[in-house]
């Protein structure tokens, strides 16, 4: 499984950002597919989730700004972020989990000035 995320860049607060995770390999089998983020000095956190079934999940502090979703056959996830915030910024990976194992992109920079 390998998976490409994109889509980070520069936005000025209150600006919009979509974020896109390609993904190869058996991921038709993950049980969840998410998006984390790692701001600087800081641990990686959980942004987002959808599960195999379509139940989505989201941490607090992006509920209802942030949008995730994927295609039906999960070769691509999305990370739609509007109201960005400067505390939004930080390295956003996408990860896909298949059984046991988590699968984890590169990571695209999403980076909010105020």
């Known amino acids: 499984v390998q998976l490409q995320a994109s889509g980070g860049g520069l936005v000025q607060a209150g600006g919009s950002l979509r974020l896109s995770c390609q993904a190869s390999g058996s991921v038709f089998s993950a049980n969840v597919m998410g998006w984390y983020r790692q701001a600087p000095g800081k641990q990686r956190e959980l942004v987002a989730t959808?599960?195999?079934?379509?139940?989505?999940s989201y941490t607090d502090s992006v509920r209802g700004r942030f949008t995730i979703s994927r295609n039906s056959i999960r070769t691509w996830l999305y990370l739609q972020m509007n109201g960005l915030q400067p505390e939004d910024t930080g390295v956003y990976y996408c990860t896909a989990t298949i059984g046991p194992r988590a699968y984890w992109g590169q990571g695209t920079l999403v980076t909010v000035s105020s």
């Open positions: 959808v599960t195999n079934t379509g139940t989505i």
